[in-house]
């Protein structure tokens, strides 16, 4: 059974870089897409990106620039970095897979990133 | 940009049927997916393409659609299943991922 855990600081200082990692067991990184999606408190769910795992990416326009993707299908992992933070980036971000049907049928547990000085 | 819209909140006592809404120009011609999230706990997927249902999932849950509008049903509704529900869907153009607000369903 697949399970996906992701893992990175908690705490990030304003304009610096928030970096997480997703590690995923249980199975194979091919041929699913692999997601990004946080949630701030209290609101809704947000894609950020995902990573196909042969390397195609897309992220959502909203974050502009401030987001890189990676994967490393040696070790069975993928990895978020988001550029310059400020307090709205402060949520819950979660790691997902998508199946071949479309949808996100494997999450982590979901990791709280809080953006403060 | 591509939206799905999905009202705040629905109530239901126990036993009843809860239907839950979600609204996009685009649906029609795109997949919908239904996911559950109880507090402080992750999503679930809970229907797929629109009506199919994930192994592990109660029958209770159903998932239906009629023009810009797809419906995930809840029949029998039990005091587990209160929490939020998203819609999710891709932009046809873009291939970007967009998730409805999310409703709230409080079981009565």
């Known amino acids: 059974q697949v399970q996906l855990q992701e893992s990175g600081p908690g705490l990030v200082k304003p304009s610096e870089t928030l970096s997480l990692t997703c590690s995923v067991s249980?199975?194979?990184?091919?041929?699913?897409?692999w997601s990004w999606i946080r949630q701030a408190p209290g609101k809704g769910l947000e894609w950020i990106g995902y990573t196909f795992y042969s390397g195609r990416m897309d992220h959502n326009p909203s974050l502009r620039s401030r987001v890189t993707m990676s994967q490393d299908t040696s070790k069975r992992q993928f990895s978020l970095t988001l550029k310059s933070v400020t307090a709205a980036d402060t949520a819950v971000y979660f790691c997902?897979?998508?199946?071949?049907?479309?949808?996100?049928?494997?999450w982590g547990k979901g990791t709280t990133v809080t953006v403060s000085s | 940009s591509y939206e799905l819209t999905q009202s705040p909140s629905v109530s239901v006592s126990p036993g009843q049927t809860a239907s839950i809404n979600c609204s996009g120009d685009a649906l029609p011609d795109q997949n919908v997916y239904w996911y559950q999230q109880r507090p402080g706990q992750a999503p679930v997927l809970v229907i797929y393409k629109d009506v199919e249902r994930p192994s592990g999932i109660p029958e209770r849950f159903s998932g239906s659609t009629s023009g810009t509008t797809v419906t995930l049903t809840i029949s029998g509704v039990q005091a587990e299943d209160e929490a939020d529900y998203y819609c999710q869907s891709v932009d046809r153009t873009s291939s970007y991922v967009i998730f409805g607000e999310g409703t709230k369903l409080t079981v009565l």
């Open positions: 997902a897979r998508v199946n071949r049907k479309g949808g996100m049928d494997v």
């Open positions: 249980g199975g194979s990184m091919s041929p699913y897409y």
